[in-house]
């Protein structure tokens, strides 16, 4: 084979070791988790792998276990798949008797079931079967019916095995042009498979990038708007210690006006009282000085009375200065009395307008 088609088996061996692996971690999880036909499908297809990779002996008991797994209940036409692979092992051990047992009941349920891909498999292992018996006609029949089942169905990575399957018989049977036909298909097919993938890949690195663009967006954006929260929540918090100031200021004039008022009200229970005593001081004062004044007025009146009728005109006169001064003193704690006796209901407030 030519240095390109060996690096294309290269990778396809890398990939069933990467398969491999795969399905071996994946077999695990569905034992734990006692998953019966996902364990099925895992040995099935870890037993194509080990005869891809030519060991067989592996790939039968993988494929044994597999039947072992009762699935009728759940996917009754599972059984093509293992009985498939089990007669292309034997095709492959030359066990040919066995693999057309095998062969033959896949094909009877793939066909109840119309599943395609194991139905153009089966046909590709009857051909190879075929071949080894030296049954070339029928050999060339199967693997046609297999190459024709898989156009048909769309399946791309089997027509171009198929292509290969048939280069190989042309090639056992000396049959050169036929060989070159089928191969330069092969090829053909191969490098639209490589084309394909790479358009596949080219457009998987333009959406990755396009979305990286996207993400790097979205990211700036959340940092945006992170930024901008951030913000709010600074100004909420200056708005709320602005608010507690504000309401700490009131609580504290509402205290020191409390406190005012109360100064205020007992400052004028006091003055009130004050004003009380001082009316009650003046109203005896002014009581305690009207009986000598009235004593004195008697007196001078007495003494008007019992003078001689000659009269010293001096005399009289003084007499009747000290009647009127005691009359205008008398008349002014008349008045003092007066006002002592009105009722002053309330004083004037400290502080009020």
């Known amino acids: 084979e030519s240095s390109a088609a060996s690096d294309v088996y290269k990778r396809q061996m890398n990939n069933i070791e990467k398969s491999e692996q795969y399905y071996s971690a994946a077999l695990e999880k569905a034992g734990i988790y006692n998953l019966k036909d996902s364990k099925a499908t895992l ?51 030359n066990v040919l008797d066995t693999a057309e047992f095998f062969l033959k009941n896949s094909l009877k349920t793939a066909t109840e079931c119309e599943d395609v891909v194991v139905i153009a498999a089966v046909y590709k292992d ?11 006609p029928i050999a060339l029949d199967y693997l046609k019916k297999s190459l024709r089942i898989r156009k048909e169905s769309g399946l791309v990575v089997e027509v171009q095995e198929a292509y290969k399957e048939l280069y190989n018989f042309y090639k056992s049977m000396g049959n050169t042009t036929q060989a070159m036909s089928f191969l330069e298909s092969y090829q053909l097919l191969s490098d639209s498979i490589y084309k394909a993938k790479n358009v596949e890949k080219a457009t998987q690195i333009a959406a990755e990038y396009e979305f990286r663009n996207q993400v790097e967006i979205m990211e700036n954006e959340r940092k945006k708007s992170d930024l901008f929260f951030q913000a709010e929540l600074e100004a909420k918090k200056r708005e709320n210690y602005f608010f507690i100031i504000i309401t700490i200021l009131f609580a504290l004039l509402a205290i020191a006006m409390g406190r005012s008022y109360h100064i205020i009200q007992k400052n004028n229970k006091k003055l009130k009282w004050l004003n009380e005593e001082k009316n009650t001081l003046m109203g005896v004062v002014a009581h305690d000085l009207r009986s000598p004044l009235n004593m004195i007025k008697g007196l001078m009146d007495l003494i008007k009375a019992t003078r001689p009728t000659d009269k010293n005109t001096e005399d009289e006169h003084y007499i009747d200065l000290v009647t009127q001064s005691t009359d205008k003193m008398r008349d002014m704690i008349e008045r003092v009395l007066d006002l002592s006796l009105i009722h002053i209901s309330e004083p004037t407030r400290l502080g009020m307008i």
């Open 126 to 136: 009857l051909g190879m079967l075929e071949a080894k018996k030296k049954n070339y």
């Open 43 to 93: 040995l099935n297809n870890l037993s194509y792998l080990h005869l891809k990779k030519g060991d067989t002996t592996k790939a039968l008991s993988l494929l044994k276990e597999s039947l072992e797994i009762d699935l009728a209940d759940i996917y009754p036409c599972f059984v093509s798949y293992p009985n498939e692979g089990l007669g292309a092992i034997y095709v492959a051990k």
